[in-house]
């Protein structure tokens, strides 16, 4: 399920990035537009949700190699990511959610100064430059299917990827994390979003049930509703303490 997932939402982002770049998007409807923005955020987002689970080794656990070549892959295409980097930047956070040595949090701190240091820990010198030379190459696909270039990789691609960083930061880090120390979250410092299944598919592909997360980081994004509906029916399982193994992310390697 996983891996077939991962195809379509992989085969879609290119389908759409090639579609999309090749029509004159400034002589559309702004409904047509805006509702394209939308999907390729989504799929933006769909792509960094494989590299994570990736990371956890559950997107082809059978096989770690190729498991850690998809997460790669998808990294790559998300915003040309280290996946190595990425992967030790989870590893942390995993092992010590909420505290100082949690890359993805900042505890005590508003929503833009946290979205700064979130941020600022994914990105490199490096990795802006693969970037802008992918937007670039983007650009020169555009040029001929559009009398403003520029402006379509922005909307196809910048914007999106944009969007996607903070639909992550939002759904997937400060709302479910916001209060870490305090006693609603021992152990994990993670709290649910108290969303129906079908909108915390599209806020961020369940990544708010945040919660479930973190007491079964084995479980790939579309089995956490199901776990949460046995939490919330009573069979719980027993949260990952401080400083305790993510083994899912503790198998592989650094």
Aim: hydrophobic share 50%; net charge neutral.
């Amino acid at each position: 399920m996983g891996l077939a997932l991962a195809t379509a939402i992989t085969a879609a982002w290119l389908f759409s990035l090639l579609a999309l770049l090749s029509v004159d998007l400034a002589s559309q409807s702004l409904s047509l537009v805006v509702l394209a923005i939308g999907l390729r955020t989504f799929l933006q987002t769909g792509l960094f949700i494989i590299g994570h689970d990736a990371m956890h080794g559950v997107l082809l656990p059978l096989h770690s190699g190729a498991n850690q070549r998809l997460g790669q892959l998808a990294l790559a295409l998300y915003a040309c990511l280290p996946y190595q980097h990425c992967l030790l930047n989870h590893r942390q956070h995993h092992l010590d959610p909420g505290s100082h040595q949690d890359p993805d949090v900042l505890a005590g701190a508003g929503p833009l100064a946290w979205y700064g240091r979130f941020m600022a820990g994914y990105l490199g010198v490096g990795q802006m430059a693969s970037l802008l030379t992918t937007w670039a190459i983007c650009l020169l696909f555009a040029w001929p299917h559009t009398a403003n270039p520029a402006l379509a990789v922005g909307l196809v691609c910048i914007l999106p990827l944009i969007l996607s960083s903070l639909q992550l930061f939002a759904f997937g880090t400060y709302l479910p994390h916001r209060g870490a120390g305090q006693a609603w979250a021992p152990g994990h410092q993670a709290h649910s979003l108290d969303l129906p299944v079908w909108l915390s598919l599209i806020a961020c592909y369940h990544f708010g049930y945040h919660r479930e997360h973190h007491q079964s980081p084995g479980l790939p994004w579309f089995a956490l509703p199901a776990q949460r509906r046995s939490d919330l029916s009573g069979c719980r399982l027993a949260p990952v303490t401080r400083g305790s193994k993510d083994s899912a992310i503790a198998s592989l390697p650094t």
